[in-house]
């Protein structure tokens, strides 16, 4: 089996400031996915990537960053953290791009802007 | 949601009774994958369903998938306390409709 692993899993930050948030996966799958989640709503794709070095966007990009540095990392950049950036980030990964492979799930992190 | 609605509800019942949850969407879609998540955790894939499928089984969970009225169902038979969780659908990798349903199931 394999773990997706997010870092920080809580990340405070100060409204204005640049932020970024990481990610590493030992499934060593083709696609990677950062998705937000604000409390009690459903998840949001931010942006995902099919292999290293591509960048796609999703529908929330707005506001962020992100590189695909390597196979098994993918790291979202928070470019200017708002009052309302508070939620829960999770990254994801999947054998394929295929839209319909099964997604696995880091436990996400936390951010709170102040 | 943009892609659709789920009927978002919050579920608190007994351990051992059954529970249906729905999923509601108005993008056309021939897949419906159904993901838990529990408290502080990231959500984990229960169940894809496609729609030559009509309804598909899982050990004590049984998906349904009815494209002519747009609309998915996900059902438990005897919960579990620690089937407590959030449940979503989604379209594909890239959407997930709706806000969940919030299940309890009380010991």
């Known amino acids: 089996g394999g773990i997706i692993t997010q870092t920080p899993k809580f990340l405070i930050g100060q409204e204005g400031q640049k932020l970024t948030l990481k990610c590493q996966q030992n499934?060593?799958?083709?696609?990677m996915y950062w998705y937000r989640q604000d409390s009690g709503k459903g998840l949001r794709l931010i942006y995902y990537?099919?292999?290293?070095?591509?960048?796609q966007k999703g529908d929330l990009s707005e506001g962020y960053d992100a590189s695909r540095e390597k196979k098994s990392s993918f790291s979202l950049t928070v470019t200017s953290a708002q009052k309302n950036e508070m939620a829960v980030f999770l990254c994801?990964?999947?054998?394929?791009?295929?839209?319909?492979?099964?997604?696995?799930f880091g436990e996400g992190s936390k951010l709170t802007v102040l | 949601s943009q892609w659709g609605e789920e009927n978002l509800q919050a579920l608190s019942i007994q351990e051992g009774e059954d529970v249906t949850m729905n999923c509601s969407y108005k993008?056309?879609?021939?897949?419906v994958q159904w993901y838990r998540q529990k408290s502080g955790k990231g959500p984990a894939q229960l169940i894809l369903?496609?729609?030559?499928?009509r309804e598909k089984r899982s050990g004590r969970l049984r998906a349904t998938l009815d494209t002519s009225s747009q609309s998915s169902s996900l059902s438990i038979t005897g919960t579990l306390a620690t089937d407590t969780a959030v449940y979503f659908c989604?379209?594909?990798?890239?959407?997930?409709f709706g806000d969940g349903t919030q299940l309890v199931v009380k010991p």
């Open positions: 994801a990964s999947s054998i394929t791009g295929a839209n319909t492979g099964q997604l696995y």
């Open positions: 499934f060593n799958h083709d696609t």
């Open positions: 990537s099919i292999t290293e070095n591509d960048l």
């Open positions: 993008t056309y879609t021939t897949v």
């Open positions: 369903i496609r729609s030559n499928e």
């Open positions: 989604a379209k594909n990798n890239r959407i997930f």
